[in-house]
């Protein structure tokens, strides 16, 4: 079977390491990169043609794109794609708000393509060991869980429309606060009943917020507490997931390893060393990009369905309503796709 030909529609920070990463895949061939700034698309890798505007790109034969554009261009990118029978790989958040991610969900159902959400966290060795420590009872029923991601922006290049709302729909709950309330979900098994918290932009005074807090119940009783900040001064980059169970206490130290306690004692595992970090970025990106050809290839859906990173981005929603006006939301079947 010959390897999926894929075209990348954006070669900024996240799109040359989404191009690196389908350049390594036995499972796919990269053909063609798009990009509006003509310097980006000017040094390609051998064999890749470079497209001005993503409509020429979509015209040209490829099976599939991965999207790597501002959120705001999610939902119209993806729908011009699933038109033209493309699959689609595209990077979280799905979209800006649930309807446009509903109206994607509904083009990919009815052209029979494969929609695909980046969700990174899935695929990280360290997050995988432990999720499947937790399943094996190592640390007991599941109590409750914390969780953060405390950035300082500059450490991670990331560009300036990360701060704004027009383009990105929101701060660090969006961009950063959707991996965690998605791990939440994994590890648990479980869906978030109440959401509230609160938001505020001390660092950066923007039109999105910069900290925030996340309180979260799920059906079962299980209570979560997530914290976010995106940071101006330097501070280290620090993303843990911390899992209270009956018999145990198990945190990722997530891009490091992670630590295990219970009656038989405490137990570590480092699993990187001293790589930068946009290498073991790499390492996620890697393992959705795999997920994505494979599933392609062998006609199943893909892990996690887009479904599931709908109902994240729903969540994320409920806690700006919560954030803003005081309140309890209650999810119950809203957005329940």
Known sequence: MRPLRVGAIGYGYTGKIHAQALLAEPGAQLTAIADSQPDRIKDLPPGVRGYANYEDLLKSEVDAVSICLPTYLHCKVALDALACDKHVLVEKPIAVNVEEAERM????RTTGCVLYVGMTHRFYPELREAKKLVDDGAIGDI??????????LGF???????????????GTALTSGIHLVDRLRWFTGDEVKTVAGSAAN?????DVEDAAQMFLRFERGISA????????????????????????????????????????????NMIYTDEPHVAKVQVGIAGEI????????????????????????????AFYRAAKNGEIIELGDVHAV
């Open 105 to 108: 969900l509904r083009a990919a």
């Open 143 to 152: 109590v409750a869980c914390t969780d953060c991601a405390l950035e300082q």
């Open 156 to 170: 991670l290049d990331l560009p300036p429309w990360y701060l704004q709302r027009q383009f990105a729909g929101g």
């Open 202 to 206: 001390p660092y950066f005074g923007s």
């Open 225 to 268: 507490e997530i914290t976010l900040a995106f940071m101006r001064e330097k501070h280290p980059l620090v993303c843990d997931l911390r899992v209270i169970g009956s018999r145990g206490t198990i945190v990722v130290h997530t891009w490091c390893g992670y630590e295990l306690w219970n009656a038989s004692g405490h137990r570590e």
């Open 290 to 317: 795999a997920e994505f050809c494979s599933s392609i290839a062998s006609g199943r859906s893909p892990w996690p369905s887009a479904e599931e990173s709908t109902r994240a981005l729903a969540i994320v929603m």
